[in-house]
């Protein structure tokens, strides 16, 4: 479906990740397959290094870490907060909602509307349309959407298709009514006929935690994994974002009124560079307009991999100009959307390291 | 190109002969990460961006289709 905002904007942005960094020529020792295979495979799809928490380091600590940072800046005060959305695949429990185990950490005001979202890889898309969606609201001045993951925690060490691209992050968007700032266009499309392509078998109400789902098996490439770990199906999710994706975009430039040759910088979930660079091409986009690095860099943090790569690219730019940007996150779910907005001005652009403090 | 193309093959799989292999994917020669060295080899090699709804399978499951998915990468 589509939608439409106006003077809406993003005004901060924070990223935090942990300090433990893995590297891939450590990551390819254990896998079944030889090295030389490997190392060609890194360099397609820019596999080098990537952060990953400590034993059980959650989400939700990223994510106060990067708050109190931004509280002892200055950079917002908790009082001000009216809402805090939490987008995670990763929470802290089943029960209760991580944004309110963050809300009573941080002391949010009780009137500040708190609420989680089950969202992967489009979850910084589907985030940002609900904080648009709040702050249309009077009484909601400053919406705070985090986007958190540590599934790092959920892949086999032994599983190449997953392993060596996830990363773990936090993310913390400050977003806000803005003036002048212009029309805002998004689109969000789901696939819930292929919703199983991206999975953690185990683990919830269909098929709880036990001894044997944490028993590996190989499967038919080598990769050993539990029903407890995350599988992903590479072949139909790459399909799919070459299929379904650039329509997607297509319609949504369009109806944004512009074409892609006017949009300055193509912000998109970071799978691997391979799949972004198949993307660029397919938009003809040039592959400098849409960073690629963050699997590289990071790793695939799932929804804050945008965030990522905005702050890892383009910190200083976005604190000084502002541009037309799209936005667009494709995979679990199957979900898949994008925005088209005016984007720049940061109040702040920074990242932080989670070092363990709390 | 055929010959190229092998070379391409064996630099991503040196234990195995591709000539006059009928689906390399059925044989266990070449798996889905394979497939994205292939193609990038392939972009390299042959000055070519081969889209990315071609990246299926059945297009590169031989020497003979690997040939004919360039040439078509070639004139678009």
Do not use: W
């Not at chain 1, 509280?71 to 001000?80: K, N, Q, S, T």
């Not at chain 1, 040039?286 to 860099?297: A, G, I, Q, S, T």
């Not at chain 1, 990071?298 to 000084?320: E, F």
């Amino acid at each position: 479906m589509k939608y439409r905002f106006r003077d809406k904007a993003i005004t901060g942005l924070a990223v935090v990740v942990p300090e433990h960094e893995r590297l891939f020529a450590d990551d390819m020792k254990l896998f079944n397959a030889p090295e030389n295979r490997s190392r060609k495979l890194a360099m397609v799809m820019g596999y080098n290094a990537h952060r990953v928490v400590e034993k059980g380091v959650c989400a939700s600590d990223l994510a106060e870490a990067g708050f109190r940072h931004l509280f002892d800046c200055g950079r917002i005060r908790p009082e001000e907060i009216d809402a805090l959305i939490y987008v995670t695949l990763s929470p802290d429990h089943f029960m209760p909602p991580t944004s309110c185990i963050l809300h009573g950490k941080l002391g949010l005001r009780r009137d500040c509307f708190c609420l989680d979202i089950a969202q992967g890889c489009c979850g910084f898309v589907v985030g940002l349309l609900q904080a648009f969606q709040l702050l249309e609201q009077d009484g909601v001045r400053k919406a705070v959407l985090v986007n958190a993951d540590v599934l790092s925690r959920k892949v086999s060490p032994k599983d190449r298709n997953s392993y060596p691209l996830i990363g773990d992050a936090a993310t913390i968007a400050i977003v806000e009514n803005r003036e002048g700032t212009g029309e805002i266009h998004a689109d969000v499309r789901f696939d819930g006929t292929r919703a199983m392509a991206l999975k953690v078998p185990a683990g919830g109400f269909r098929m709880p935690s036990s001894p044997e789902t944490a028993v590996m098996k190989a499967d038919s490439e080598g990769n050993e994994r539990a029903p407890d770990n995350l599988v992903m199906d590479g072949t139909a999710v790459f399909n799919f974002v070459m299929a379904d994706v650039p329509p997607m975009l297509a319609d949504l430039v369009a109806d944004a009124g512009v074409g892609f040759a006017d949009i300055d910088k193509y912000y998109f979930h970071q799978p691997n560079r391979f799949m972004l660079q198949k993307l660029a091409e397919k938009l003809d986009v040039p592959y400098d307009k849409m960073p690629n690095n963050v699997v590289e860099h990071y790793g695939n943090s799932s929804g804050a991999t945008i965030p990522s790569a905005m702050a890892l690219n383009d910190a200083d730019l976005l604190c000084s100009k502002v541009g037309k940007v799209c936005f667009s996150g494709f995979g679990v779910g199957l979900t898949y959307g994008g925005i088209v907005m005016n984007c720049g001005n940061f109040d702040f652009c920074e990242t932080i390291t989670y070092k363990g403090e709390n | 190109m055929k010959e190229q193309i092998i070379e391409i093959l064996k630099e991503i799989r040196p234990e195995f002969e591709f000539d006059g292999v009928e689906n390399f994917f059925d044989e266990g020669m070449l798996d889905s990460f394979d497939l994205m060295t292939l193609v990038a080899s392939l972009d390299e090699r042959f000055a070519v961006k081969i889209d990315g709804m071609d990246i299926l399978p059945e297009n590169f499951a031989n020497v003979d289709a690997i040939e004919k998915l360039v040439k078509r990468s070639r004139a678009k």
